[in-house]
């Protein structure tokens, strides 16, 4: 599904959403965009037509509030993890607890990671060391204000590119 950067009015990066989701902001007047699609796409409907956006903006400020640790769902956690399974690196379905809740595991952010089917069934509730697996990367609490938008550098469109740079303070 086509994915739209979502700035605040000041111009940083609040997260992605879906190209639905953008289209409603616009025609409802509460965001503008910024850039258009690079490829040219357009929406046509019974009585208006406009290019697609890659890039908008909110016309109000919208503050975040600050939060010393990022809930955990499963929505989260895929964005974390990229979608992508952290044991064969496929894309993932499912969620796992890398050591099984039923051998005390806690559901937190550093024992969960995104798994795909097989991995998971395969897995089931033994530990790394029995089937000799190893994880493609240590499962950690994402951090920050725009933690939403991992992935996003590799996955984005390229007009996203001075957005998502980093800060210079």
Request: proline content about 7%; overall charge positive.
């Amino acid at each position: 599904m086509r994915q739209v950067l979502l700035l605040n009015a000041t111009y940083e990066p609040l997260t992605t959403l879906s190209l639905h989701r953008a289209v409603v902001l616009l025609l409802r007047e509460k965001a503008d965009v910024v850039h258009h699609d690079g490829c040219g796409a357009v929406l046509r409907s019974a009585t208006c037509t406009f290019d697609v956006p890659s890039v908008i903006r909110l016309r109000r400020y919208v503050r975040i509030p600050y939060r010393s640790r990022i809930p955990l769902t499963r929505a989260a956690l895929m964005r974390r993890d990229n979608f992508r399974c952290a044991y064969c690196g496929q894309r993932a379905e499912t969620i796992d607890h890398v050591v099984p809740r039923s051998k005390g595991g806690p559901h937190t952010w550093e024992n969960c990671v995104a798994s795909c089917m097989p991995c998971n069934h395969y897995k089931a509730d033994k530990l790394l060391e029995e089937l000799g697996w190893t994880l493609r990367a240590t499962p950690v609490a994402p951090r920050g204000m725009h933690w939403r938008l991992i992935g996003a550098q590799l996955d984005g469109d390229p007009q996203w590119a001075p957005y998502l740079a980093k800060p210079a303070a």
